[in-house]
């Protein structure tokens, strides 16, 4: 996944947002955004357990 921090004037109100490929989030301030970005990276790192069918 890509994942791009960058400021954007297009919502005055959220000047920062997040591109996750072609998803984008907006928020309200760069420190925001920052740390959307972290907790989204430690839950894509964290281990997830395949649960077996069958």
Same mark, same amino acid.
């Given at each position: ?5 960058? @400021?954007? #004037? /297009? ?5 920062? =947002?997040?591109? *996750? ?9 760069? @420190?925001? #955004? /920052? ?5 989204? =990276?430690?839950? *894509? ?10």
């Amino acid at each position: 996944m890509k994942i791009i921090v960058s @400021a954007s #004037a /297009r919502k005055p109100g959220c000047p920062w =947002q997040v591109q *996750l490929d072609q998803h984008v989030v907006s928020f309200r301030s760069e @420190a925001e #955004a /920052r740390a959307f970005v972290d907790t989204l =990276q430690q839950r *894509l790192r964290a281990p997830h357990p395949l649960k077996q069918v069958g």
